[in-house]
């Protein structure tokens, strides 16, 4: 494309993006068409010839948008919300013009030099102290896999790196321990390193969904009793569910005593600690040999974004370094500065401390603080409105801004009953297109989460939402009972 013009469908597109954030909510949020529909709308056979741009962006907007479920926009408050944020935008533009591959220092120096003050200065917001390796990968369900093929390579006199799991009958079973509440990435891990399904136990929650220490004591010491070879815990701080915190210095304590790799998951929550009130969330954290927290998840930075920390990048990289002779390079000898291949899997890596590091900046600590602090708020009010409304029921605390709640008119205690109307009131409002929202089970029981994390999110939108909520809930009662 020559620059001009690139400068001219640019500006055309920025004016776009602009104009999409300016105008979102008019967006259904989640996408309303039928499977399969966009398949059937686009060609199936590639283009042979040029096509003009013009022609692509109308496709875009005709075709492609109305496929599209809106992440980006205040009404989403299903999963974890997340926001792409201005600062967060122009650094992906910035890093996808760039195309810098990150992979050795020497690559770009200055994005892996970013990297590294960025990580440090987010460790510095979150009140961790030093000294904390930093990487940016992917996403969390990378870190997790990392950390604990880390861990793993952290058991003295297995040499898995060397001679793999397969075939070696005189290799302990390996087990990893996390709570019933932790997300199903930690389970892949497991899965992905050839440790079986089996090496991962999932430690039962207390009344708040937070891992049960003292079963998990029992459990690590029946396991060595039974010939087990416990080698990693991972506690989350902000589960997928409820946003539960596990707690994390007591597990440190039981990993410093078996000699465990204490991984914490704090891929959601850990972003809140950006607000100095909110630094005791990470207590323990420092104490931890790995760390993730996800900036694209709670800190206004374009999915992906997360970030691995990790207090032993020694064994991290003797997990995974591998350095062919058409990488080697004069600077992978010493330790000046790292080859950011040496933490992963992965080769490539994208700039992504770029946006990350606009972000920072363009907020400040103080910035995404009130950000966060807004969206404690609004998610309080909601606890309240849920608590003072007969016919509603608050069924997990609210640390965060994820309120976990059901629909429960008086009189009316049939389970499936109950779990039938609040999926229909889910639904409902799913339809009506400003809102989305998702719901997960709790004690079994069908459960709506508001999950309260875009950062145009306000307190008009969730009035609305309650409104819609009230009405879909006396309507769909009407279906259930009739
Ligand atoms: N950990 C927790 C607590 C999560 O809630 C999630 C996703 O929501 C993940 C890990 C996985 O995150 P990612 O999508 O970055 O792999």
Request: aromatic share 8%; hydrophobic share 40%; with cysteine.
């Given at each position: 494309?020559?620059?001009?013009?690139?400068?001219?469908y640019?500006?055309?597109?920025?004016?776009?993006?602009?104009?999409?954030?300016?105008?979102?909510?008019?967006?259904?949020?989640l996408?309303q068409?039928?499977?399969?529909?966009?398949r059937?709308?686009?060609?199936?056979?590639?283009?042979?010839?040029?096509?003009?741009?013009?022609?692509?962006?109308?496709?875009?907007?005709?075709?492609?948008m109305?496929?599209?479920?809106?992440?980006?926009?205040p009404?989403?408050?299903?999963?974890?919300?997340?926001t792409?944020?201005?600062?967060g935008?122009?650094g992906?533009?910035?890093?996808s013009?760039?195309?810098?591959?990150?992979m050795?220092?020497?690559?770009?120096?200055?994005?892996?030099e970013?990297?590294?003050v960025?990580?440090?200065?987010?460790?510095?917001?979150?009140?961790?102290?030093?000294?904390?390796?930093?990487?940016?990968?992917?996403?969390?369900?990378?870190?997790?896999?990392?950390?604990?093929?880390?861990?793993?390579?952290?058991?003295?006199?297995?040499?898995?790196?060397?001679k793999?799991?397969?075939g070696?009958?005189?290799?302990?079973?390996?087990?990893?321990?996390?709570?019933?509440q932790?997300?199903?990435?930690?389970?892949?891990a497991?899965?992905?390193?050839?440790i079986?399904?089996?090496?991962?136990r999932?430690?039962?929650?207390?009344?708040?969904?937070?891992?049960?220490?003292?079963?998990?004591?029992?459990?690590i010491?029946?396991?060595?009793?039974?010939g087990?070879?416990?080698?990693?815990?991972?506690?989350?701080?902000?589960?997928?569910?409820?946003?539960?915190?596990?707690?994390?210095?007591?597990?440190a304590?039981?990993?410093?005593?078996?000699?465990?790799w204490?991984?914490?998951?704090?891929?959601?929550?850990?972003?809140?600690?950006?607000?100095?009130?909110?630094?005791?969330?990470?207590?323990?954290?420092?104490?931890?040999?790995?760390?993730?927290?996800?900036?694209?998840?709670?800190?206004?930075v374009?999915i992906?974004?997360?970030?691995?920390?990790?207090?032993?990048?020694?064994?991290?990289?003797?997990?995974?370094?591998?350095?062919?002779?058409?990488?080697?390079?004069a600077?992978?000898?010493?330790?000046?500065?790292p080859?950011?291949m040496?933490?992963?899997?992965?080769?490539?890596?994208?700039?992504?401390?770029?946006?990350?590091?606009m972000v920072?900046?363009?907020?400040?600590?103080?910035?995404?603080?009130?950000?966060i602090?807004?969206?404690?708020?609004?998610?309080?009010?909601?606890?309240k409105?849920?608590?003072?409304?007969?016919g509603f029921?608050?069924?997990?605390?609210?640390?965060?801004?994820?309120?976990?709640f059901?629909?429960?008119?008086?009189?009316?205690?049939?389970?499936?009953?109950?779990?039938?109307?609040?999926?229909?009131?889910?639904?409902?409002?799913n339809?009506?297109?400003h809102f989305?929202?998702?719901?997960?089970?709790?004690?079994?029981?069908?459960?709506?989460?508001i999950?309260?994390?875009?950062?145009?999110?306000?307190?008009?939108?969730i009035?609305?939402?309650?409104?819609?909520?009230q009405?879909?809930?006396?309507?769909?009662?009407?279906?259930?009972?009739?």
């Amino acid at each position: 494309m020559d620059p001009e013009d690139l400068r001219r469908y640019g500006h055309q597109i920025v004016d776009w993006i602009a104009d999409y954030l300016k105008n979102s909510r008019q967006y259904p949020v989640l996408s309303q068409i039928t499977p399969g529909s966009i398949r059937l709308a686009l060609p199936a056979k590639p283009p042979e010839q040029p096509e003009p741009m013009e022609q692509i962006l109308a496709d875009f907007e005709q075709t492609l948008m109305p496929g599209l479920t809106h992440w980006n926009v205040p009404g989403f408050m299903a999963y974890f919300a997340i926001t792409s944020s201005g600062p967060g935008i122009l650094g992906e533009m910035l890093s996808s013009a760039l195309n810098v591959n990150a992979m050795l220092w020497r690559t770009s120096p200055a994005a892996t030099e970013l990297e590294q003050v960025a990580l440090d200065w987010l460790r510095q917001m979150l009140g961790l102290p030093k000294p904390l390796f930093g990487v940016i990968n992917d996403t969390a369900s990378t870190g997790v896999l990392y950390a604990l093929a880390a861990a793993r390579e952290a058991i003295p006199d297995l040499a898995i790196r060397q001679k793999g799991m397969a075939g070696r009958p005189e290799l302990p079973r390996l087990r990893c321990y996390t709570s019933e509440q932790a997300h199903s990435s930690v389970e892949k891990a497991i899965i992905t390193l050839g440790i079986g399904q089996e090496g991962l136990r999932k430690i039962p929650t207390d009344s708040e969904f937070r891992m049960d220490v003292a079963a998990l004591e029992r459990a690590i010491e029946e396991d060595l009793a039974a010939g087990w070879r416990p080698f990693a815990v991972v506690p989350t701080i902000g589960t997928t569910s409820t946003t539960s915190i596990d707690p994390v210095p007591a597990v440190a304590d039981i990993c410093e005593r078996y000699g465990l790799w204490l991984h914490v998951d704090a891929s959601y929550a850990g972003s809140a600690a950006v607000n100095p009130d909110l630094h005791w969330i990470l207590a323990g954290c420092e104490r931890a040999d790995s760390l993730i927290v996800n900036p694209h998840k709670w800190l206004f930075v374009p999915i992906d974004c997360s970030v691995l920390y990790t207090r032993k990048p020694d064994v991290v990289k003797a997990a995974f370094s591998l350095i062919p002779e058409y990488l080697r390079n004069a600077e992978s000898q010493g330790d000046e500065v790292p080859n950011l291949m040496d933490y992963g899997n992965a080769l490539g890596r994208r700039f992504r401390s770029l946006k990350l590091w606009m972000v920072l900046r363009y907020f400040g600590q103080e910035g995404l603080a009130a950000r966060i602090r807004e969206h404690l708020r609004l998610a309080q009010l909601v606890v309240k409105w849920v608590k003072e409304t007969p016919g509603f029921e608050l069924l997990a605390p609210t640390p965060f801004s994820t309120v976990c709640f059901r629909v429960h008119p008086q009189g009316l205690d049939d389970e499936a009953k109950l779990d039938a109307l609040n999926e229909r009131v889910m639904n409902r409002v799913n339809e009506a297109g400003h809102f989305f929202l998702s719901h997960t089970k709790l004690h079994d029981k069908y459960t709506i989460r508001i999950a309260i994390g875009n950062l145009h999110t306000n307190e008009q939108d969730i009035r609305a939402l309650w409104a819609e909520l009230q009405n879909y809930a006396q309507s769909e009662l009407k279906v259930i009972t009739s």
